[in-house]
């Protein structure tokens, strides 16, 4: 895919004929409280109100888990040991650089399991194709636009994240209360612990039915496991699925050592499937509309009652004996109703955003492979 007026083979390089050096960071403490970004390999990991380095560079973490990813920075800055500088040369555009790079994924080249670990050496030796400046120009400014856009859009959704935790905080703490169909109001809120509102369940898969086998993701909720584990589940393993829990229609469950980080799902109409027995399994009572304690099993107020509620030692659990114990104010019936269809408006417009951006990444990735060699 090429731009019109432009013709001719690309020039075979290695990328360190392309710059001028590519070195580590040599920041280390920094006074901490300025406005200057201080650069580490998982990208801005404080602010300083000193910098030693500025102008336009592409950053490489260079160690660790995100070794290979690629941050692209100006103004004045510091930057970590465990990050790479890729100091270009003034022939080659940053912006057709950086989405080169990208195009290439440098996390091919990284090695090492215990500590991942990328060097300057080879990225010196990574072979790319170079066009004209001009072409390099062209090609950069469009896929600025992707990126606008892709970055428009990540706001949206961030926007609307930190809108359903504003509101959902003064929700489930009362600072914001619904009306009935009268617009009158509903009845004061009660007290009750979960276990009151919950019915723990745990159904066994003892006559070995090859039902689908599910894991619970902390952003999707009720996975396939085999999408969660690279197309391989439980019984293809091996493992004795006569141990797994059979869920059924409107079942919650959770991971007791990740439910910190939001490892809950809700089944709905999702049924006749088996989970890990691991889980921890619950049904409500006719007093709860699901869909409103889901809402409450989402929130930071809730996270907040499990870090104090969890036990263990090395690794933290929260089995439904403690889970039964934490209290929450309950509205009635209808009231639950009626927050949980205003906050589940707010969740379905994100996801519509989050769709959007996906289309757009997806566009953006075929013109790199498009565009570049």
């Known amino acids: 895919m090429r731009f019109k007026g432009f013709e001719g083979e690309w020039e075979k390089k290695k990328l360190g004929e392309m710059v001028r050096n590519i070195s580590s960071g040599k920041s280390t403490d920094k006074n901490i409280g300025g406005e200057n970004p201080f650069y580490g390999s998982t990208g801005i990991i404080a602010y300083s109100n000193q ?40 022939e080659i555009e940053i912006d057709f650089a950086y989405n080169y790079l990208i195009k290439k994924n440098l996390n091919k080249l990284v090695f090492g399991s215990g500590q991942p670990l990328i060097t300057g050496g080879q990225l010196k030796l990574l072979e790319l194709f170079f066009p004209s400046i001009n072409e390099e120009i062209k090609i950069a400014d469009f896929l600025s636009v992707c990126n606008a856009r892709i970055q428009t859009q990540n706001k ?40 009151e509102i919950t019915v723990a369940v745990n159904k066994r898969n003892k006559n070995n039915e090859k039902l689908p086998v599910y894991s619970i993701n902390n952003k999707l909720g009720f996975v396939p496991q085999d999408e969660q584990f690279e197309g391989i589940d439980s019984e293809e393993r091996g493992y004795d699925i006569t141990l797994y829990k059979i869920i059924d229609r409107h079942t919650f469950a959770y991971n007791p050592a990740r439910i910190n980080i939001g490892s809950i799902g809700y089944s709905g109409d999702l ?7 691991l889980y921890v399994c619950f049904k409500t009572t006719s007093d709860v509309n699901d869909d409103f304690l889901f809402q409450y099993l989402k929130t930071d107020l ?24 934490i209290k929450l104010n309950l509205p009635c019936r209808e009231e639950q109703m009626k927050i949980a269809a205003f906050l589940s408006t707010i969740d379905k417009k994100t996801e519509f955003e989050t769709t959007i951006l996906n289309l757009y990444t997806k566009q953006k990735q075929y013109l790199l492979q498009q565009m570049f060699i």
């Open 271 to 277: 049924g006749n499937i088996i989970i890990s027995s």
């Open 156 to 195: 949206i959704i961030e926007e609307l994240k930190l809108l359903k935790a504003e509101i959902s905080k003064k929700v489930f703490t009362q600072q914001l209360r619904f009306k009935d169909d009268k617009g009158n109001n509903f009845g004061d809120w009660a007290l009750k612990k979960l276990g």
């Open 302 to 325: 809730f996270n907040k009652e499990v870090l104090k509620s969890v036990e263990g030692g090395v690794r933290e659990y929260l089995f439904y004996e403690n889970f039964s114990k």
């Open 51 to 90: 910098f030693d380095y500025s102008g336009e560079k592409i950053l490489i973490a260079r160690v660790g888990a995100n070794a290979g990813s690629l941050y692209k920075v100006s103004g004045n800055y510091s930057v970590s040991d465990n990050t790479l500088i890729l100091d270009l040369k003034d």
